[in-house]
């Protein structure tokens, strides 16, 4: 049988590059590129007997490779390594497809070396029909590790990362939503991520060192930050917390925002004193006893939990 195969232009045309993407030379060769766990492709497709995904294994050598899911017509995500053959079987009959960026080390120089999630090709048999699958209600969430999806399955980096299962992950399943995740492990408003991140307000309109990525404007902003600027002071968290507000009403003035206070309670009198009076969302999570996989991060039921929790909020009062 004879293969098609688009190449990083047919993706952008057939595809719903849904989060944060671009095309970067990784090895001398236009890749779809991106640096956010949760970035995804979605694409309905007919006349196809398989589906196959090439990518660079792009990771950082010292740690676990980086790690894709897919998943066809709402079902189970299926995990692969980017090192491994990546390939699932169709039949002829309408389906919707979904692939997204799963799992990452945090070793990987993602900010200034180049090693995020890089796509050469997706595979099909001829005569396939690709269109783009966009879902009603975008929304963009904004946090760290926790909402990136890390440690939800265990305390293996990549292989337990999993944000299709975190809570953003679980939010969007329920309200069918076209998430854009924007979240790097161990970022804050005051604290640098690993793999070379800058704080929430550098990263927030840059994909990595080189590429400027405009804030899109979502009907709802979310955004969980403050676990990982717990050691500083309720006064600084404060300043870069109201500094970061001024940065997205300039950006995106005609969003929705929904603050969600941490999970671990941090400066939840910050919040407050920054939010009571200000036209946003403010969450409470104090009595939503979330399971941990680590004291920090969410686990499966934890994820659960938090994810049904947020969609209900969103429900009754952003998509009223």
Same mark, same amino acid.
């Given at each position: 049988?004879?293969?098609?195969?688009?190449?990083?232009?047919?993706?952008?045309?057939?595809?719903?590059?849904?989060?944060?993407?671009?095309?970067?030379?990784?090895?001398?060769?236009?890749?779809?590129?991106?640096?956010?766990?949760?970035?995804?492709?979605?694409?309905?497709?007919?006349? &196809?007997?398989?589906?196959?995904?090439?990518?660079?294994?792009?990771?950082?050598?010292?740690?676990?490779?980086?790690?894709?899911?897919?998943?066809?017509?709402?079902?189970?995500?299926?995990?692969?390594?980017?090192?491994?053959?990546?390939?699932?079987?169709?039949?002829?009959?309408?389906?919707?497809?979904?692939?997204?960026?799963?799992?990452?080390?945090?070793?990987?120089?993602?900010?200034?070396?180049?090693?995020?999630?890089?796509?050469?090709?997706?595979?099909?048999?001829?005569?396939?029909?690709?269109?783009?699958?966009?879902?009603?209600?975008?929304?963009?969430?904004?946090?760290?590790?926790?909402?990136?999806?890390?440690?939800?399955?265990?305390?293996?980096?990549?292989?337990?990362?999993?944000?299709?299962?975190?809570?953003?992950?679980?939010?969007?399943?329920?309200?069918?939503?076209?998430?854009?995740?924007?979240?790097? &492990?161990?970022?804050?408003?005051?604290?640098?991520?690993?793999?070379?991140?800058?704080?929430?307000?550098?990263?927030?309109?840059?994909?990595?060192?080189?590429?400027?990525?405009?804030?899109?404007?979502?009907?709802?902003?979310?955004?969980?930050?403050?676990?990982?600027?717990?050691?500083? &002071?309720?006064?600084?968290?404060?300043?870069?917390?109201?500094?970061?507000?001024?940065?997205?009403?300039?950006?995106?003035?005609?969003?929705?925002?929904?603050?969600?206070?941490?999970?671990?309670?941090?400066?939840?009198?910050?919040?407050?004193?920054?939010?009571?009076?200000?036209?946003?969302?403010?969450?409470?999570?104090?009595?939503?006893?979330?399971?941990?996989?680590?004291?920090?991060?969410?686990?499966?039921?934890?994820?659960?939990?938090?994810?049904?929790?947020?969609?209900?909020?969103?429900?009754?009062?952003?998509?009223?």
């Amino acid at each position: 049988m004879i293969d098609l195969t688009l190449l990083t232009t047919d993706i952008l045309n057939n595809t719903n590059l849904v989060g944060r993407w671009t095309i970067k030379q990784i090895h001398g060769i236009d890749t779809i590129y991106s640096t956010n766990l949760g970035s995804s492709l979605k694409f309905e497709i007919n006349h &196809s007997q398989f589906l196959r995904l090439n990518c660079f294994n792009n990771g950082n050598y010292l740690g676990n490779p980086q790690e894709v899911a897919i998943r066809i017509d709402g079902l189970t995500w299926t995990r692969f390594r980017v090192n491994e053959l990546i390939e699932l079987p169709l039949s002829d009959n309408q389906h919707l497809i979904e692939i997204m960026f799963a799992g990452n080390s945090d070793v990987d120089e993602i900010w200034t070396g180049k090693q995020g999630l890089a796509i050469k090709s997706i595979q099909t048999s001829k005569p396939a029909i690709i269109t783009p699958y966009i879902n009603r209600h975008h929304v963009t969430f904004i946090g760290d590790s926790i909402t990136a999806g890390c440690w939800v399955n265990g305390k293996k980096t990549s292989a337990d990362y999993s944000p299709y299962a975190n809570y953003v992950g679980i939010c969007s399943d329920i309200l069918q939503l076209d998430a854009t995740y924007i979240a790097y &492990s161990a970022a804050g408003l005051i604290r640098h991520g690993l793999g070379g991140v800058p704080t929430t307000n550098e990263y927030l309109t840059k994909l990595d060192s080189e590429t400027y990525y405009p804030l899109k404007r979502p009907e709802l902003i979310v955004i969980n930050l403050g676990t990982n600027d717990i050691i500083h &002071s309720n006064q600084a968290f404060k300043l870069k917390l109201t500094d970061f507000y001024q940065q997205l009403t300039k950006l995106v003035p005609d969003s929705h925002y929904l603050f969600i206070i941490p999970f671990n309670q941090s400066f939840q009198s910050v919040f407050h004193e920054v939010f009571d009076h200000e036209p946003v969302i403010l969450v409470e999570t104090n009595d939503w006893q979330i399971p941990y996989t680590d004291q920090v991060h969410p686990n499966l039921a934890g994820s659960k939990i938090a994810g049904e929790k947020l969609a209900a909020i969103i429900q009754t009062q952003v998509f009223k």
